[in-house]
């Protein structure tokens, strides 16, 4: 009975927030890519910083980027995750979008975010070459390329990558089979591809109170408050299938944050078909796609 009155309040408030978003993207378009403030330049460092911290930590064993060719899918509305990858000692680094959110942060802003590196893992001369690399966003090394139709291996320049990249990127693409298709044209062999992936609702507050609240709806009432960018709710299992597909190798989920146990029976139940299968792994609220390119 408690679940019951639970999931139809969460129920009715997520459609509230659905029609919220809707409303939102049809009068100012996609236009906020993260939480962190254009003008928060401390929060801007801290969030690239610790996006890199993250890709670094699920790093398959002895996978090291320096001297790699690396891309990253959609970084949002800053490219410093890319200064910082170059900074370890990446070879270069192009970034590919859909939408124009980045592209206007100067040489100085990267500049100082590579002083905040840590000291611990500070190469002098790859920071020097960084700053350099830094200085010109549209050379071989350092590059920023966006199509409306993501046509990655355009954007890409047709060439081979040794490692691919995004976070928060992959929830957001209609066609997660298409995107990886279109990746694996780029890549080199050996090549690691690492997304974090949220599989959350996006709302703020709905977020907190019911993660996993886009998962209630039948797709076809979904897709009636579709617009660009709506999450598209894959889960784990369609990440491993799409890849293997592909042919990718050693694809693997792993569980970066999880429901709490103590509230793990009312946030999944009142989940719609197919999310109410145990194959969907709903108590996953975010994951790290890991693959390898033979």
């Known amino acids: 009975?408690?679940?019951?009155?639970?999931?139809?309040?969460?129920y009715v408030?997520?459609?509230v927030f659905l029609g919220l978003a809707w409303a939102k993207n049809k009068l100012r378009g996609y236009t906020t890519?993260?939480?962190?403030?254009?003008?928060?330049?401390?929060?801007?460092?801290?969030?690239?910083?610790?996006?890199?911290?993250?890709?670094?930590?699920?790093?398959?064993s002895g996978f090291d980027v320096r001297d790699k060719d690396v891309l990253e899918l959609c970084p949002g509305s800053s490219l410093g995750t890319g200064a910082i990858l170059l900074g370890y000692g990446a070879k270069s680094y192009r970034a590919v979008d859909v939408f124009e959110l980045a592209g206007t942060e100067s040489g100085a802003y990267f500049s100082a975010l590579l002083d905040h590196f840590p000291e611990d893992e500070k190469d002098r001369a790859s920071i020097i070459r960084a700053k350099q690399l830094t200085g010109n966003l549209d050379s071989d090394s350092f590059s920023y390329r966006v199509g409306r139709n993501f046509d990655i291996p355009e954007l890409a320049?047709?060439?081979?990558?040794?490692?691919?990249?995004?976070?928060?990127?992959?929830?957001?693409?209609?066609?997660?089979?298409?995107?990886?298709?279109?990746m694996s044209k780029v890549a080199r062999s050996g090549c690691i591809a690492e997304h974090i992936v949220d599989y959350q609702t996006h709302s703020r507050w709905i977020r907190e109170a019911?993660?996993?609240?886009?998962?209630?709806?039948s797709e076809?009432?979904?897709?009636?408050?579709?617009?660009?960018?709506?999450?598209?709710?894959?889960?784990?299992?369609?990440?491993?299938?799409?890849?293997?597909?592909?042919g990718w190798k050693n694809v693997r989920v792993i569980n970066a944050r999880a429901?709490?146990?103590?509230?793990?029976?009312?946030?999944?139940?009142?989940?719609?078909?197919?999310?109410?299968?145990?194959?969907?792994?709903?108590?996953?609220?975010?994951?790290v796609v890991i693959a390898e390119w033979p």
């Open 33 to 60: 890519p993260n939480k962190v403030d254009r003008s928060d330049t401390e929060g801007r460092i801290e969030y690239v910083y610790d996006t890199v911290a993250s890709w670094r930590r699920y790093f398959p």
């Open 259 to 287: 429901i709490a146990p103590e509230h793990l029976a009312r946030s999944v139940a009142g989940m719609a078909s197919p999310f109410d299968r145990p194959e969907m792994q709903m108590d996953m609220l975010s994951g």
């Open 157 to 182: 320049g047709h060439k081979k990558y040794d490692l691919i990249l995004s976070c928060a990127a992959f929830e957001h693409y209609d066609d997660i089979e298409e995107t990886i298709a279109n």
């Open 210 to 217: 019911d993660p996993n609240n886009i998962y209630r709806y």
């Open 1 to 10: 009975m408690e679940h019951s009155i639970r999931n139809t309040a969460m």
């Open 13 to 15: 408030a997520g459609i």
């Open 220 to 246: 076809g009432l979904y897709r009636l408050f579709s617009f660009p960018g709506q999450p598209n709710r894959r889960r784990p299992v369609d990440y491993v299938r799409a890849f293997e597909a592909n």
